[in-house]
């Protein structure tokens, strides 16, 4: 679930504008498909809590046990840490901050883990001598400057959790493991503009398996905006953008929205780095939304992913047979953009009526993934309600 608008009474059921994501990633090492991906967990999982032995790339039982929780953390607790550290007051350090798991796990060879304040740049975590939880300590490659990560420049909240794809054998996809950690910190302002009505998620991709070519980032997203009887679901070429609105100006039902139904989008704010040759010259260029791609609820060639074929494909931008995707006798990448994909002339998007119960997949690559690379993928969901307008108001307020 994704419950919003925050309900006034916390005992009462509110609305959820999504039912799950997940990032799927896939890449071939010298031809061999490896993959890890989630959807609901009917068949088990293909990821585990816990970071990996930077040594070995491998994890254990008990370290997944010992990391199987969320570390959360507000920028008020923060702020009154280093207040009281600054003052000579600092007697109590609150349970937020002291288990804030900035120093990893040395028994088991695993890196520094969740981003800190380094007041003396040992690196270590040491709340005592006024080191803090940041949001993070670099952006794109570069450095942020301290003055820069003060305690005020953090979220209102942050929730962080690291997980790996070699726990045990990948159950959802049946994929051979890669060799991933990722390292998510999910985030929020409470703001008085539209930004109050986001959340981000930016995790931190380190390969401590073998290199992969071929590779895909993707986020998977099954949207049911209210009641999902009546969504549509496109995307915008233009922005990187996946979205879900309402396909009329009524959300039936006790789960709907009711008049003037929201609308819902999944930006990909940050994505992966290549290298690639300009004018002969090896240049770092950031990757954005190369895919999307909507299957139905169903088990033909556009519905369920079964193996890890289907999943990686899906990332490709084909069916499950590996067959392309296709508009107007033509492959295409994108399904659904609107005017958004100058490939095309004509409008492409959805139809009330038509379009099934929906999950929809938007991917970056292909991209050689090299051992020992660290990449990030960021995601922003935004969620906009018009007051007045209708379904198509809420979508074009997302959009803005």
Known sequence: RYEVPKPT????????????????????????????????RQKGSDF??????????????????????????????IEEHVTAWENGSLTHISKP?????????????????????????????????????????????????????????????????????????????????????????????????????????????????SNLSNTYFGQWIDPDLGNFKDDLIGCDVNLGLGFCYNGDDYDEGLSGYGYNPPAIGIDFLEGPITSQKINGVDSLTELNMSNFVVYNNHFTNTGNPETDVHFYNYLRARWKDGSKITRENAPTNFMYPGESD???????????????????????????????????????????????????????????
């Not at 809590?49 to 607790?77: H, M, W």
């Not at 060799?179 to 910190?185: A, D, I, P, R, S």
């Open 97 to 209: 901050i002291k288990e804030w798991p900035g120093n990893g796990n040395s028994s088991t060879g695993s890196d520094q883990l969740a981003p800190f304040f380094d007041r003396d740049s040992n690196g270590l975590y040491e709340p005592l001598k006024g080191d803090y939880p940041v949001l993070q300590t670099e952006c794109r490659g570069k450095i942020i400057p301290k003055e820069k990560n003060k305690p005020s420049d953090q979220p209102d909240q942050m929730l962080w959790f690291v997980y790996n794809d070699r726990g045990n054998e990948h159950q959802e996809s049946k994929g051979k493991s890669i060799g991933l950690e990722l390292q998510t910190t999910a985030f929020a302002y409470a703001t008085n503009d539209e930004i109050n009505n986001m959340t981000f998620y930016t995790t931190r991709i380190i390969n401590k398996g």
């Open 9 to 40: 009474n916390l005992n009462s059921v509110g609305k959820n504008a999504l039912f799950a994501g997940a990032i799927w990633i896939g890449g071939e090492d010298e031809g061999v498909l490896k993959l890890a991906a989630m959807t609901y």
């Open 342 to 400: 100058t490939s095309f002339t004509t409008d492409w998007s959805q139809e009330l009526g038509k379009q099934g119960d929906q999950r929809f997949v938007q991917s970056v690559g292909p991209f050689d993934l090299k051992q020992g690379a660290v990449n990030k993928l960021t995601i922003g969901v935004i969620w906009a309600q018009a007051s007045s307008g209708g379904a198509q108001a809420s979508l074009a307020l997302m959009k803005e």
């Open 48 to 77: 585990w809590p816990g970071p990996l032995s930077k040594a070995t790339g491998t994890t254990t039982k008990e370290q997944c046990n010992d990391f199987d929780k969320i570390y959360k953390v507000t920028r008020a607790e």
